[in-house]
Each structure stands twice: as structure tokens, then as C-alpha cells.
């Protein structure tokens, strides 16, 4: 299995695909599909059936899971950047590599 630098809840960029440009929150990270679902990123329309009396069915837009290499993290600043890791007293910590802040 391979080793991810994106996590759930970091906001990323897409930097690659039909939706390059677009930023928005990791909702969840599939390590074996090496894909993650991000927040109203790569929408698909989905019919949806009613299944209690007061939902409503339907047509809805739903998030697919995009490949983890098309998105790249985002710093504090708004700058994508890669993640590299650091050491310090013996606790990981993960790096902007183009600034060199803690993320």
C-alpha cells in the first residue's frame, strides 16, 4: 500500500481532469483505490427513490472520488503546494514544501 500525504478534512485543488481549478474539502480518502472524494468536486447526477414518506426523490448531484494525484494540498496562504515530512523530537509532522510551514 502506497503512502498518501492528503488526509481527510485538507483543502486541496484540483489539478488535473474536467474540474481543474476547482477547491474544496477532502470528505474521505480510499487508500486501495488511491482516490479521494472531494466536497463538490467531479459531480454526477444520481436518481435517487424515495425511501420515507417526507424524503424527496429524484434527480440529485452527488461527488465521485477522483485520483489522489489530481489534487494538491492547499496552505493557510491559498498557494498549492506538494507535502513533504518532517522529524522533530520524534513526531511526524507534514510541510508545505514551498513555504515550509506546518500544515
Same mark, same amino acid.
Given at each position: 500500500?502506497? =503512502?498518501? %500525504?492528503? =488526509? =481527510?478534512?485538507? /483543502?486541496? !485543488?484540483? *489539478?488535473?481532469?474536467? #474540474? $481543474?481549478?476547482? +477547491?474544496?474539502?477532502?470528505? !474521505?480518502?480510499?487508500?486501495?483505490?488511491?482516490?479521494?472524494?472531494? +466536497?463538490?468536486?467531479?459531480?454526477?447526477?444520481?436518481?435517487?427513490? $424515495?425511501?420515507? /414518506? +417526507?424524503?424527496?426523490?429524484?434527480?440529485?448531484? *452527488? &461527488?465521485?472520488? *477522483?485520483?489522489?494525484?489530481?489534487?494538491?494540498?492547499? @496552505?493557510?496562504?491559498? #498557494?498549492?503546494?506538494?507535502?513533504? @515530512?518532517?522529524? &522533530?523530537?520524534? @513526531?511526524?509532522? !507534514?510541510?508545505? %514544501? =514551498?513555504?515550509? +510551514?506546518?500544515?
Amino acid at each position: 500500500m502506497a =503512502k498518501y %500525504r492528503i =488526509k =481527510k478534512n485538507d /483543502q486541496v !485543488r484540483v *489539478i488535473a481532469g474536467k #474540474d $481543474k481549478g476547482k +477547491e474544496g474539502r477532502v470528505l !474521505r480518502v480510499d487508500r486501495d483505490a488511491a482516490r479521494v472524494l472531494v +466536497e463538490g468536486v467531479n459531480l454526477a447526477k444520481k436518481a435517487m427513490r $424515495k425511501k420515507r /414518506q +417526507e424524503d424527496r426523490g429524484g434527480i440529485i448531484d *452527488i &461527488e465521485m472520488p *477522483i485520483h489522489i494525484s489530481n489534487v494538491m494540498l492547499m @496552505t493557510k496562504g491559498g #498557494d498549492p503546494t506538494r507535502v513533504g @515530512t518532517k522529524i &522533530e523530537k520524534g @513526531t511526524k509532522t !507534514r510541510i508545505a %514544501r =514551498k513555504s515550509g +510551514e506546518a500544515v
